[in-house]
């Protein structure tokens, strides 16, 4: 017996849910599944919500932190769902299909039945816990300039090829993402750019994807709390490998120890790239100046120098990923190289405000003791001088982390400002005190809890060396007036009014030609 049901009438559906006409047999798609009440099931529509079912849908549970849906399906019965696709056997009068993971079943399901669009285009991942942003959009720079569009999808936007949407600054789930690489097929974008984070690899997000190319940037374990560990790491990655297309290659930071170990593992090709430990492509340090930096770039037998206006060797390996890309793809190196140097700002990632001149002022998002590390260490190689350091704190990292984030401010900076722009005054000088614990020179740390002063403070009160606003990056933030702002518009502000020529009070040296009334009388 096959429980086959009739498709829905309803024609507009959000961007959650599948609005196509296609059907899939679940006993030829999961050919492993253990069927209870049919033979087979066809799929038309599926949801895995509870509240989201509509008549005619397959309901396959989510389960993550916020509950496991498995236990609302009554709920999804009476709201239409003819069928359930779940790990273990529920009281339901409904067929049922049984799995292993119905988050991977799920996102199969999403993918098959918008047709599969991965498939239909160039499709590269980029993995990791560091640099996945910085990646990902010189990846993009490279592919739209050789094929004249691109799709991507990172924490500082998203495009279908044709219109950017600069909300989407969230990881994706597994509708949202297939409801974007649909609309990027529907343009006829020729390649997509996705940032896998963590949490999307725990949540197999991308299960129904297939890709060209898996970019491993960094598998160093985070330092936020409930971060994955380094084997947990390895073991997300290794699942993402499984979507990799028969031809797909791996491009690895070789720079990075943990991704170097994790390839030798690995029964897929691998173009290992790098500035110190880069193989097939490698890049050899010229200059650095004025917040720029040269590279040497090697690709095969071909060497071209590389010239690129964002300070920062973790933004010249990025860019180094994007050379290897079009290595791979046998593309044009010339070409590659003029699309990656095309790319002048990144927002938040060592973007440098045009507007300070006499004292250079950089953003970063660095949040963590490492990220700023490698900020501070990128000012620092660029000779701009001692930096002031204006460090947003918040409940993100464990306490030890933020002994370690003191040490690192009190190495590297000059003078540190820590804020706190989404806490409570109270909270903020108890997480400083924190901050404090590991500063060798505790004289050079402030405390302003308004972040709004404090950079306003900075910006005035620095003479010489350059500003590092830390943590923040573009995310907004409200200051004491109930304003959304961010980083950059307040540092803008600053800058505008310390240009401004003070304005000098008229004096009168000489009397006046004519006497006044007084005297006239």
């Known amino acids: 017996m096959s429980a086959s049901f009739p498709a829905r009438d309803d024609e507009n559906q959000s961007c959650e849910r599948s609005t196509v006409s296609r059907v899939i047999s679940l006993r030829q798609f999961l050919e492993e599944a253990v069927f209870v009440g049919a033979t087979d099931i066809q799929v038309r ?11 005619g849908d397959v309901f396959v549970p989510a389960h993550n932190a916020a509950g496991d849906e498995a236990e609302k399906a009554e709920e999804a019965i009476r709201r239409g769902a003819v069928a ?9 009068s409904v067929p049922q299909c049984l799995v292993e993971d119905t988050r991977v079943v799920y996102s199969r399901l999403r993918h098959a039945l918008i047709g599969n669009p991965s498939q239909r285009m160039l499709t590269v991942a980029v993995v990791g816990t560091h640099g996945k942003t910085t990646t990902s959009l010189f990846l993009a720079a490279m592919l739209k300039r050789m094929a004249g569009a691109v799709a991507y999808y990172t924490s500082l936007g998203s495009s279908d090829s044709v219109t950017c949407d600069r909300s989407t600054v969230r990881a994706p789930g597994t509708n949202k993402l297939a ?11 020729p390649s997509a750019v996705i940032e896998v984070t963590p949490a999307m690899l725990y ?3 991308t299960a129904g994807i297939e890709f060209d ?20 790491l390895a073991n997300l990655t290794q699942n993402c490998l499984k979507n990799l ?3 797909g290659v791996v491009l690895a930071n070789n720079d990075d120890a943990h991704v170097a170990s994790f390839c030798e593992t690995l029964d897929s090709p691998v173009a290992a790239y790098g500035l110190d430990a880069g193989k097939q492509v490698r890049g050899k340090r010229l200059d650095r100046a004025g917040g720029q930096q040269q590279v040497l770039a090697i690709a095969g037998n071909l060497m071209m120098p590389l010239t690129l206006k964002i300070p920062g060797d973790h933004v010249a390996r990025a860019s180094l990923a994007a050379l290897t890309a079009s290595w791979v793809m046998d593309l044009s190196i010339p070409e ?15 973007q440098r405000i045009v507007s300070a001149v006499d004292v250079p002022l950089f953003i970063d998002q660095a949040q963590t003791p490492d990220r700023l590390a490698v900020a501070l260490h990128a000012l620092r190689c660029h000779h701009f001088g001692p930096a002031t350091v204006v460090m947003d704190i918040g409940n993100h990292l464990p306490g030890p982390w933020r002994q370690r984030l003191g040490e690192v401010l009190s190495r590297h900076s000059h003078q540190v400002i820590l804020t706190a722009s989404d806490i409570c005054p109270e909270a903020a000088q108890s997480l400083a005190m924190d901050v404090l614990g590991g500063c060798n020179s505790p004289g050079r740390v402030q405390v302003i809890p308004d972040r709004q002063a404090a950079i306003r403070w900075a910006v005035r009160h620095t003479q010489q060396g350059c500003i590092l606003l830390a943590g923040c990056g573009v995310n907004n933030w409200v200051n004491r007036d109930g304003e959304e702002i961010s980083d950059e518009s307040v540092a803008k502000q600053a800058i505008s009014q310390c240009n401004q020529v003070p304005s000098l009070p008229k004096l009168s040296i000489f009397p006046p030609s004519s006497a006044s009334e007084f005297f006239s009388r």
Do not use: Y
């Open 84 to 92: 359930i696709v779940s790990e273990r056997m529920l009281p339901v």
């Open 45 to 55: 529509g599926c949801a895995n919500r509870a509240d989201q079912c509509r008549p």
């Open 245 to 247: 297309k028969p031809h």
């Open 203 to 205: 949540n197999h997000v």
């Open 213 to 232: 190319l898996v970019v491993l940037t960094s598998l160093r374990p985070g330092q936020f709390a409930g971060s994955p560990t380094s084997q947990q």
């Open 336 to 350: 590659a190289i003029a699309a990656i140097e095309s790319l002048e700002t990144i927002p938040g990632r060592m």
């Open 179 to 189: 409801h974007w690489l649909k609309q990027a097929d529907s343009q006829g974008a």
